[in-house]
T-cell receptor, first 113, second 115 residues
Framework: GNSVTQMEGPVTLSEEAFLTINCTYT??????LFWYVQYPGEGLQLLLK?????DKGSNKGFEATYRKETTSFHLEKGSVQVSDSAVYFC????????????FGRGTSLIVHP | DGGITQSPKYLFRKEGQNVTLSCEQN?????MYWYRQDPGQGLRLIYY???????QKGDIAEGYSVSREKKESFPLTVTSAQKNPTAFYLC??????????????FGSGTQLSVL
């Protein structure tokens, strides 16, 4: 079946540290892949996406590359800020079928000054 | 500004009571969704609707009901049959054109607690 697996949090970093949040997926066909971010007390908002193999999504200094051979979509940022503290969700939408997104469990990021 | 509005932001339910969470969008989106968020469990799909007057059960529909009488509105009722309703509820919408690359737009959520 379709699923998304994210690394468990919380991830705790100092400001300006390098960030990686791992995400792997299982899906039939060729899904589109997404990272959403949720700030405290709010809904989710799209951070970046990639729709085919080897595509790189990027936004606000965050990047993720669609790796079909490893079924992964790891989120990276070279230098995190305190304002990046949030919960990050990896998601995919499988091609064909009902196009309903499948979300991972979310990874909490805490950045200390 | 276009967006999704959820109300109320906080809601309290007494035992045996039904409560309704509101979700309105002015994005002209066809598809709307309800998710439940519990700490450490991510998002779980309750119901979704891809067109007016039609909706489908998600993974955890028991104890919930919805209606989709208007394109812009997708209210969720938490019934007394839902024995553990305390959670953060998120409404979302998407264009609904049937592509896998559509993003979801989310409301700011409703925190439901049991008195």
């Amino acid at each position: 079946g379709n699923s998304v697996t994210q690394m468990e949090g919380p991830v705790t970093l100092s400001e300006e540290a390098f960030l990686t949040i791992n995400c792997t997926y299982t899906a039939t066909g060729y899904p589109s892949l997404f990272w959403y971010v949720q700030y405290p007390g709010e809904g989710l908002q799209l951070l970046l996406k990639a729709t085919k193999a080897d595509d790189k999504g990027s936004n606000k200094g965050f990047e993720a590359t669609y790796r079909k051979e490893t079924t992964s979509f790891h989120l990276e940022k070279g230098s995190v800020q305190v304002s990046d503290s949030a919960v990050y969700f990896c998601a995919h939408v499988a091609s064909g079928g009902s196009y309903i997104p499948t979300f991972g469990r979310g990874t909490s990021l805490i950045v200390h000054p | 500004d276009g967006g999704i509005t959820q109300s109320p932001k906080y809601l309290f339910r007494k035992e045996g009571q039904n409560v309704t969470l509101s979700c309105e969008q002015n994005l002209n989106h066809d598809a709307m969704y309800w998710y439940r968020q519990d700490p450490g469990q991510g998002l779980r799909l309750i119901y979704y609707s891809q067109i007016v007057n039609d909706f489908q059960k998600g993974d955890i529909a028991e104890g919930y009901s919805v209606s989709r009488e208007k394109k812009e509105s997708f209210p969720l009722t938490v019934t007394s049959a839902q024995k553990n309703p305390t959670a953060f509820y998120l409404c979302a919408s998407s264009i609904g054109s049937g592509g896998s690359n559509e993003k979801l737009f989310f409301g700011s959520g409703t925190q439901l607690s049991v008195l």
